[in-house]
């Protein structure tokens, strides 16, 4: 298992590690990054928000810009967060998470997923 740090709002790190931004993970998408987890042996930062009222957001969008890898679960999200969805959507490093056939965010990223196991493989090849 590599050397792993979470940090949460409004602390940040500023080393050299695969930065993975969370962004209100649901119990699967945790289940899932533990998992990857165990198998990459690098220095990984695991950015975590789950700022239920939206404090923080300046952080949320500076960490986003910042990260590896951004990991939004909308469906998770509360209203402030999914107020600013398109901005982090927006980002070429975010993939999103949604079980939302309406809103149609593939008209501003085609990065919606449905597992990690696309992330298992990169962190590996790192």
């Known amino acids: ?3 792993v740090n979470v940090i949460t709002p409004p602390d940040k790190l500023f080393d050299h590690a695969t930065k993975i931004f ?3 993970p649901g119990v699967e998408t945790r289940k899932n990054i533990s998992s990857i987890l165990e198998g990459v042996h690098k220095p990984i930062n695991i950015y975590l928000y789950e700022e239920p009222t939206g404090m923080h957001m300046e952080w949320v969008l500076d960490i986003c810009n910042d990260c590896t890898y951004c990991i939004l679960d909308l ?3 509360g209203e402030m967060i999914r107020k600013f969805a398109s901005i982090l959507i927006a980002k070429p490093n975010t993939f999103y998470l949604t079980n939302d056939e309406v809103t149609p965010y593939n008209l501003i990223s085609a990065n919606r997923i449905f597992d990690l196991h696309w992330l298992d493989r990169l962190l590996k090849e790192d």
């Open 1 to 3: 298992m590599s050397d």
């Open 75 to 77: 469906d998770n999200s």
């Open 22 to 24: 969370l962004i209100h």
